[in-house]
């Protein structure tokens, strides 16, 4: 069947076909240097190993100031965007309504953004940062104290900070793609700044060469995080190895269940599983919710969330100067690099799902939604973890020794039924594996064809299948530390990108007529936003009271239709 739009006449359709192809020498030139990287590492372990940590150590020293900045920055102009009278702008026509429901659009965006990440860490940072609190912290280990500083740093770098990074992508996206019609593609929303002739030239195609990058390196990062967990949980479930060689193996057999998700589209493979990650969390979360220190994990929701927002500018601003850089570097940087690589990958991801919500809606819902589901998954896996730790119904100090990965499987372990849940875990990783893979090769597809909104599924599974290549690589050199390593390098030029990306939004918001007047303050349009996301089903069908009130006094000012007058 055709999948030409309507309309359309034999020209435009063929200029359509030639704008969407695939770029020939963007595909090459991004293929090549990804395997001259995987070459690299697989051939020149100690070469590569020593080149990169002499690199991670300069831009550690010299930029991790840029990276705290551009952070903070994001979240802002987030805000400010969203309150602003920038809000009432469709990402679409006037008129155009969204994509998918809200529950599939959430779920999608969810899963895309940090579904491995969460299972990775959300027991075992909580649980690191109680046992061995931040320096900058001044807390002692093992105090309650320091339970509250484990999750109040838990909560920064994993809910709207990052969020809001994906959040400025995405709209950029979605605002240059599905409002002006320019591609889905990072270098079509530098139009403002850099004119359509030069965006769709080689200053274009660098902008998108370097978005394939800062992708391949970040989804790698959490393929490489995901490989790791299953296999700590296939070795403390089922006695199987946790050797290097079992990694490749997962990395293999979950890379061939992509390709099979690749093939089926987004509407179908991505959606579903998303919709079933979000099912299998939520239904892990209530089982150590209620199973685990049920009243504890209570408590602690308000108290990290009102010791987070008390806490946030202090956290937001170290740049390492008067605190522990290494330290900085481990964890908070390393974090803004990741968010940043994966910018690219979940910004176009998330833009390509949001077509016909406005700024507001969107914005609310990419900071909000995403941000309070992560509180509640730190305060009932993390609390829960720290609970048992605190008051020596499990021994999870030694697990955390073995490894964040081990953290999740020690905690289960310790409630009824460890190993059943610790399996559903492991699915929950693996499916998540997939998604994030078949979600990034999905974008990389796109900036490397031009923006197409369906790119080939060869080159869809090709991006997949080079990503994996290089997460098994970094896992061959150096384990979590080569990842760690390869984020934060790639990630260095892609803040300027992003930083400049915010110029060029702002620019062009300014001018479109669908803000309304410059006096105009949108503030009130947030409770609209909010209501959109959670009642969408008040006006579905015409049944609502207000669509019934208006018909009754239509009748009652009306007059009689003349007798024979066919209905309507």
């Keep these: 069947m055709s999948t030409e739009p309507v309309g359309r006449t034999p020209q435009e359709q063929q200029e359509r076909r030639e704008r969407d192809a695939p770029d020939g020498k963007v595909i090459g030139i991004g293929?090549?240097?990804?395997?001259?990287?995987?070459?690299?590492?697989?051939?020149?372990?100690?070469?590569?190993?020593?080149?990169?940590?002499?690199?991670?150590?300069?831009?550690?020293?010299?930029?991790?100031?840029l990276f705290v900045v551009a952070a903070d920055t994001f979240l802002v102009l987030c805000v400010v965007i969203a309150l602003s009278r920038f809000g009432r702008i469709r990402l679409g026509a006037d008129d155009s309504e969204p994509e998918f429901t809200n529950l599939?659009?959430?779920?999608?965006?969810?899963?895309?953004?940090?579904?491995?990440?969460?299972?990775?860490?959300?027991?075992?940072?909580?649980?690191?940062?109680?046992?061995?609190?931040?320096?900058?912290?001044?807390?002692?280990?093992?105090?309650?104290?320091?339970?509250?500083?484990?999750?109040?740093?838990?909560?920064?770098?994993?809910?709207?900070?990052?969020?809001a990074i994906y959040g400025i992508a995405g709209l950029a996206l979605a605002y240059a793609g599905f409002r002006k019609g320019r591609g889905n593609r990072l270098s079509s929303a530098f139009v403002p700044l850099m004119g359509a002739r030069r965006a769709d030239s080689w200053p274009g195609k660098a902008i998108d060469l370097l978005a394939v990058f800062a992708t391949v390196f970040g989804t790698a990062t959490s393929l490489g995080l995901g490989a790791l967990q299953v296999a700590e949980g296939l070795n403390l479930t089922m006695d199987v190895e946790n050797s290097t060689a079992t990694q490749l193996v997962i990395i293999v057999s979950l890379s061939a269940a992509f390709v099979l998700s690749a093939f089926s589209g987004l509407?179908?493979?991505?959606?579903?599983?998303?919709?079933?990650?979000?099912?299998?969390?939520?239904?892990?979360?209530?089982?150590?919710?209620?199973?685990?220190?049920?009243?504890?994990?209570?408590?602690?929701?308000?108290?990290a969330v009102g010791?987070?927002?008390?806490?946030?500018?202090?956290?937001?601003?170290?740049?390492?100067?008067?605190?522990?850089?290494?330290?900085?570097?481990?964890w908070t940087i390393f974090y803004w690099a990741w968010w940043l690589s994966w910018a690219p990958f979940v910004g176009t991801f998330i833009a390509r799902i949001s077509r016909g919500r406005t700024i507001r809606e969107f914005l609310v819902g990419v900071l909000l939604v995403p941000s309070g589901a992560t509180?509640?998954?730190?305060?009932?896996?993390?609390?829960?973890?720290?609970?048992?730790?605190?008051?020596?119904?499990?021994?999870?100090?030694?697990?955390v020794k073995d490894g964040a990965e081990a953290s999740l499987f020690?905690?289960?372990?310790?409630?009824?039924?460890?190993?059943?849940?610790?399996?559903?875990?492991?699915?929950?990783?693996?499916?998540?594996?997939v998604t994030s893979a078949d979600s990034a090769s999905l974008v990389m597809g796109s900036l490397t064809s031009r923006g197409s909104l369906?790119?080939?599924?060869?080159?869809?599974?090709?991006?997949?299948?080079?990503?994996?290549?290089?997460?098994?690589?970094?896992?061959?050199?150096g384990g979590l530390n080569s990842l760690q390593t390869a984020t934060i390098l790639v990630a260095l030029p892609f803040v300027v990108v992003m930083l400049a990306l915010c110029w060029a939004l702002l620019k062009e918001l300014r001018e479109d007529p669908?803000?309304?007047?410059?006096r105009h303050h949108a503030l009130h349009g947030l409770g609209d936003a909010v209501r959109a996301l959670v009642g969408e089903a008040i006006t579905e069908q015409g049944g609502s009271r207000h669509h019934r009130l208006r018909r009754a006094a239509k009748a009652r000012t009306d007059p009689e239709p003349p007798e024979g007058t066919p209905p309507g």
């Design 410 to 433: 020690a905690m289960l372990e310790a409630l009824p039924i460890g190993t059943v849940t610790s399996v559903i875990a492991m699915i929950l990783v693996m499916t998540y594996f």
């Design 104 to 163: 599939a659009w959430i779920a999608m965006m969810f899963s895309a953004g940090m579904g491995i990440g969460l299972m990775f860490y959300g027991v075992g940072e909580p649980l690191t940062h109680f046992l061995s609190p931040p320096p900058a912290s001044g807390v002692p280990a093992g105090t309650g104290p320091a339970a509250r500083t484990a999750l109040e740093y838990s909560f920064f770098h994993w809910t709207l900070t990052p969020w």
């Design 514 to 518: 669908g803000a309304g007047p410059a």
């Design 375 to 399: 509180v509640v998954w730190f305060c009932v896996m993390g609390g829960t973890a720290i609970r048992l730790e605190s008051t020596g119904a499990a021994d999870l100090a030694t697990a």
């Design 267 to 303: 509407h179908k493979g991505v959606k579903w599983l998303s919709t079933l990650n979000i099912v299998l969390a939520a239904c892990l979360m209530l089982f150590v919710f209620l199973l685990g220190p049920t009243v504890y994990v209570l408590d602690t929701i308000p108290a």
């Design 307 to 330: 010791g987070y927002l008390h806490e946030l500018l202090p956290m937001a601003s170290r740049t390492g100067a008067f605190t522990d850089r290494d330290w900085l570097g481990a």
């Design 31 to 65: 293929m090549a240097a990804v395997v001259a990287v995987v070459a690299w590492a697989a051939l020149g372990e100690e070469s590569f190993d020593s080149a990169s940590s002499s690199a991670l150590r300069w831009v550690l020293a010299n930029f991790a100031w």
């Design 454 to 477: 369906h790119p080939p599924t060869w080159l869809v599974v090709a991006w997949g299948v080079l990503m994996a290549a290089v997460a098994a690589a970094l896992l061959v050199v």
